[in-house]
DNA sequence: TGGATTATGTATCGATCAATACAGAAAGGA
DNA sequence: TCCTTTCTGTATTGATCGATACATAATCCA
């Protein structure tokens, strides 16, 4: 099935690219449609055309997002072979991701939209549920380390998942403030200081 | 010197904490002046005559709440008798205070405005000043610790000040998420248990 | 070559934004 | 009582918000 009618003549998904840079420096509530189709090379028509509207291009973005600089980051929890090794990857692979250069600072996920009330519900609830989702995949990642024995049975894993994703979002804020790579391995090595003390105790 | 000309008629002070609220549950750019005088009860030629602006209405606010809520939390830090204890309390109060009912949840100065370009760079850089104060009350603290040679001559101070206060900036998202209470302790449990292996080792 | 379809650029929509002009009201000082 | 000063409420400012109307351009199918 050939496309019929006026062939577009912008890059969809280079143009969605940058609307995601765009909504990940400002937020959604700040990231207007003129700062969009300006960073896009587009008018508002094209993009209404190719997206729908504001709300539904920033659920694509966040969806690319997740799907590029999210795989970054949590692929290592998958790959590594101990939960220890997995956990600290991942916070590690967070501060390199949360301090590149020529990139906004810190994550889509955790910045793009916190004030639910003035923002759509929707965009809010879709961060919210990604959010969750991270927390469940270091869950995931712990409760495997207990089923391999490699931590004791009475780990608390639901307290460290939440420990842990919690620092994650932390360390979002942390990058915004304009935090160094360094700085930002510094909250990573506290971190995983907390592991061997819950490890040993079965969560302090 | 009492005061010349038709006298006010509302609680200047009132009218300062009800602002507050709005911007604390909606941020900078989310609070409208529509949204301000509804709550705050005048309309805006009364918020401008005795504001001056959104911004320094802004900044008012975050004083205020500075000086109210922040001293509810911050105020553990200097009772307490050992580091140890003052940092756990710091954790429990924040608990506490981001999870209080009928009060917006998480922190008016760590999700007020984070984005810098689209809100005045003002707000931001009144926000991230309170910020870095708040790491360098933790710091000071610590170093306290050390001088009192409850913790080892090679804790590294720093490291631990940016663990801790970045732990407490996630504890705002994951309030703004819905965390209960006990899911915020759970985050305190995780990082106090990074103390000792920090305590033991000199910041692991 | 025409008709159908879709994209583009200009120009603009009503709503809302932060901020004020203005006239009348309420106080003190003379 | 009159003048000055300050606050209040109504109404409105220009700018910008997200979203479209409309005419034209470019493609496909017949």
Redesign the pocket.
């Known amino acids: ?10 890059d969809r998904a280079a143009a969605l690219r940058r609307a995601m840079e765009v909504f990940w420096a400002k937020g ?9 189709t300006a960073a896009m090379g ?9 997206f ?6 920033f659920l694509e973005a966040t969806e690319l997002y997740t799907r590029v600089e999210g795989t970054e980051i949590w692929s290592a929890l998958e790959k590594a072979p101990t939960a220890r090794q997995a956990v600290e990857r991942f916070l590690r692979q967070t501060a390199r991701a949360y301090s590149q250069t020529g990139r906004p600072q810190g994550c889509l996920i955790a910045l793009g939209a916190l004030h639910q009330d ?1 923002s759509r519900g929707a965009i809010c609830d879709d961060l919210r549920r990604r959010r969750a989702e991270n927390r469940e995949a270091l869950l995931r990642r712990l409760e495997r380390g207990v089923a391999e024995g490699e931590l004791p049975a009475d780990f608390d894993c639901g307290t460290a998942a939440t420990f842990y994703a919690t620092v994650q979002h932390g360390m979002s804020i942390q990058a915004r403030d304009g935090a160094s790579r360094s700085a930002l391995l510094a909250t990573v090595a506290g971190a995983m200081a907390a592991w061997i003390a819950m490890a040993d105790t079965g969560a302090a």
């Open positions: 099935m050939p496309e019929r009618g006026r062939p577009r003549t912008f959604y509530e700040g990231a207007s449609i003129s700062d969009l587009i008018n508002s028509p094209s993009l209404y055309a190719a729908g509207s504001k709300e539904a291009l003035s």
